[in-house]
């Protein structure tokens, strides 16, 4: 087995080996940019199934963003009551809209992104309030195929596990980090499918508490397994997963 070694090594090796388990992702975007934004703003610390719930009762209580914009903050923050911290949000949301409204004179989209540099997108998506780098970095990739790396707590539990994020680099400063490292070597399509697989991975196999590493991968070269089994044999190695699988293992989420 070739020797992986450097974080730069590491990283791109994960990439590859990753993009062979899982498969890779077709790029088209799963949904508006204006969706992905306020949809990304309420699923903090919020089930998948209460942030959909909080969107699509805001959107049918108000109509469209001019009405989300003027409804009554009180009845706002009771349309999105599921997510967790409505009265927080919902003051958010009315800013947020209200600065898109001005950008774009009077139309709710985001689409003049697609024509700004990317520096120049991410300074004004991270100045609104509540909108950090990883939804900013979700709408630019996901929605605008800008160079940008999206990084959650999956992506971070995973790239400190196989060791090439050092271990007190915050998720926030990972951001720029792990960019770095990667987009010498890969185009908008390979960061969306290594955002895509890590987080793939950390949810399904690289788990917060008990990790389930005769199932990964990536054990070969990972700094965690290392520590807690040893050094993977060729054995081990031969015995591993080689793909996902769907039949006896779930399908992947979204
Ligand atoms: S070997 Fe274990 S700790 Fe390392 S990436 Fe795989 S699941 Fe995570």
């Known amino acids: 087995m070739t020797l992986v070694q450097s974080a730069v090594e590491k990283a791109l090796a994960d990439h590859a080996i990753l993009n062979e388990f899982f498969g890779p992702v077709p790029t088209a975007a799963r949904r508006t940019p204006m969706r992905e934004l306020i949809s990304t ?58 600065r898109i409204k001005a950008e774009t004179g ?21 100045d609104m309030p509540g909108i950090g780098l990883k939804t900013a970095s979700l709408v630019l990739l996901f929605n605008f195929r800008k160079p940008v790396l999206p990084v959650d707590a999956h992506v971070h539990r995973v790239a400190q596990r196989v060791g090439f994020l050092g271990p007190k680099v915050s998720v926030e400063k990972a951001h720029a980090v792990l960019l770095a490292l990667l987009s010498p070597k890969l185009d908008p399509e390979g960061l969306f499918n290594f955002h895509k697989h890590n987080y793939w991975h950390g949810q399904q196999i690289c788990f917060f508490q008990r990790p389930n590493c005769p199932r990964c991968p990536l054990k070969g070269f990972c700094d965690y397994y290392r520590e807690h089994y040893g050094e993977a044999t060729s054995e081990v190695l031969a015995a591993t997963p080689t793909h996902w699988d769907a039949a006896a293992w779930g399908k992947l989420p979204h």
């Open 41 to 98: 703003l309420l699923s903090h610390r919020t089930t998948h199934a209460d942030e959909e719930l909080a969107y699509d009762r805001m959107l049918e209580a108000f109509g469209d963003w001019e009405g989300v914009l003027a409804a009554p903050l009180d009845d706002l923050i009771h349309a999105i009551r599921t997510t967790r911290w409505p009265a927080t949000q919902a003051p958010r949301i009315q800013e947020i809209l209200g």
């Open 106 to 126: 009077g139309s709710f989209s985001l689409d003049f992104l697609a024509d700004w540099p990317t520096e120049r997108s991410m300074a004004w998506l991270t």
